[in-house]
């Protein structure tokens, strides 16, 4: 069942779709939400025990603080990219779909890496340190088949100079990162040009440029945000520790950030 203009007025009870602040479409069947590409103001959403299998029109509504989608039909947790630009998104209920999985604990710590900024995820509230937790141990959403950006030339082949440019690398990582934490991507003029470095130069590039996009991302961060990412450093940084038998304590370098 597709969910029409004329169904989201009469059960919101509203002249227009614009107004619509909060929707209750709990057990109603539906299997096409499209109309929600037309909802930016959207804040309180319940779509439980329906028949959802898409959360691409959802991508949109900036405003959405609070989700609901237990008992739907998605399929993998890659649909939970559509909502990373949801940066007001505090609330999500995502349980009994077949995203699921088996493993609870992992499909947990996936989500929140998805979307850190969740503070209650299918009514459990989200702890600092699991947050932390899930930076460095939840497995990374990629976007859904068809969705993903075209990155072929002209010709239908893929550019090696684009893929093969350090500038890409540091761009790539750290828009990764920000993407991650529900913030808007930087332009590729905030990145300083590179020289065209050999091969072997590149490889050691990449690294380093995942640190600069690390330090240039810390700029942006709050006093909470920084304190979850220096739980997760130090989470990994122990990882370390305790595989080379080294005992020395953790000093953060902060002096550009």
């Known amino acids: 069942m597709k969910l029409t203009r004329k169904l989201v007025?009469?059960?919101?009870?509203?002249?227009?779709?614009?107004?619509?602040?909060?929707?209750?479409?709990?057990?109603?069947?539906?299997?096409?939400?499209?109309?929600?590409?037309?909802?930016p103001s959207i804040e309180?959403?319940?779509?439980?025990?329906?028949?959802?299998?898409?959360?691409a029109p959802l991508a949109g509504c900036l405003s959405l603080s609070e989700l609901y989608?237990?008992?739907?039909?998605?399929?993998?947790?890659?649909?939970?990219?559509?909502?990373?630009?949801?940066?007001?998104?505090?609330?999500?209920?995502?349980?009994?779909?077949?995203?699921?999985g088996a493993d609870s604990s992992r499909y947990r710590l996936t989500v929140l890496r998805c979307l850190p900024?969740?503070?209650?995820?299918?009514?459990?509230?989200?702890?600092?340190d699991e947050i932390a937790l899930a930076l460095v141990e939840g497995e990374e959403v990629s976007t859904p088949p068809g969705n993903a950006p075209n990155q072929l030339s002209n010709n239908g082949v893929l550019d090696a100079d684009t893929e093969n440019d350090p500038l890409n690398y540091n761009m790539e990582e750290?828009?990764?990162?920000?993407?991650?934490?529900g913030m808007k991507p930087l332009s590729r003029d905030k990145f300083p040009s590179l020289s065209s470095p050999s091969t072997r130069e590149k490889q050691i590039m990449k690294k380093t440029h995942i640190l600069d996009a690390v330090l240039l991302l810390l700029r942006d961060l709050d006093e909470e945000e920084l304190r979850v990412v220096h739980t997760a450093a130090q989470n990994r940084?122990?990882?370390?520790?305790?595989?080379?038998?080294?005992?020395?304590?953790?000093?953060?370098?902060?002096?550009?950030?």
């Open 44 to 55: 309180v959403l319940t779509l439980s025990v329906n028949s959802i299998s898409s959360l």
């Open 237 to 257: 940084l122990q990882t370390y520790t305790l595989d080379s038998g080294d005992a020395r304590p953790f000093t953060a370098h902060t002096e550009n950030c």
């Open 9 to 39: 007025l009469a059960k919101a009870k509203a002249s227009d779709l614009e107004s619509v602040k909060k929707l209750n479409c709990w057990g109603c069947n539906l299997t096409d939400i499209s109309i929600f590409s037309q909802m």
């Open 117 to 128: 900024r969740l503070q209650k995820l299918d009514n459990q509230v989200v702890t600092d």
């Open 174 to 181: 750290t828009n990764k990162i920000r993407e991650e934490l």
């Open 69 to 100: 989608l237990r008992r739907n039909l998605i399929p993998s947790l890659s649909e939970l990219s559509h909502l990373r630009p949801l940066t007001r998104l505090r609330v999500l209920w995502l349980a009994e779909n077949p995203c699921c």
